[in-house]
């Protein structure tokens, strides 16, 4: 059964780190595109960061480039995102999600998600 379980939030003062990991459960999770998105109460999920299954130059969002970074190890089938510059708008619940149609910002086009992790920085 596929499964995405997400770790590493938690409380971070402004300008601090943290760092996200993304447990897969996947047969040939190697192949998948996998993202990180975000969402805080009331507003639609957003779009963070994604990286394709063979490599290749990741996307970020706007808000994140410089300061966030995706990878991925296939040998443990986990996928990180590194916060670093936390600012207080980073806040929210972070999930992981997991797709073959293509490295995509639309979480319409994820097949698997996480249950989230929160991240909450505080000024």
């Known amino acids: 059964q596929a499964q995405l379980v997400e770790s590493g939030g938690g409380l971070v003062q402004a300008g601090g780190s943290l760092t996200l990991s993304c447990a897969a459960s996947l047969r040939n999770f190697s192949f998948y595109d996998m993202g990180w998105f975000r969402q805080v109460p009331g507003k639609e999920r957003e779009f963070v960061a994604a990286?394709?299954?063979?490599?290749?130059?990741?996307l970020y969002a706007d808000s994140v480039k410089g300061r966030f970074t995706i990878s991925r190890d296939n040998s443990v089938n986990t996928v990180y995102l590194r916060m670093t510059s936390l600012e207080r708008e980073d806040t929210a619940v972070y999930y992981c999600?997991?797709?073959?149609?293509?490295?995509?910002?639309?979480?319409?086009?994820?097949?698997?998600w996480g249950q989230g992790t929160q991240v909450t920085v505080s000024s």
């Open positions: 999600a997991a797709t073959k149609r293509g490295l995509t910002t639309n979480p319409i086009d994820y097949e698997y």
């Open positions: 990286r394709s299954w063979w490599g290749g130059s990741p």
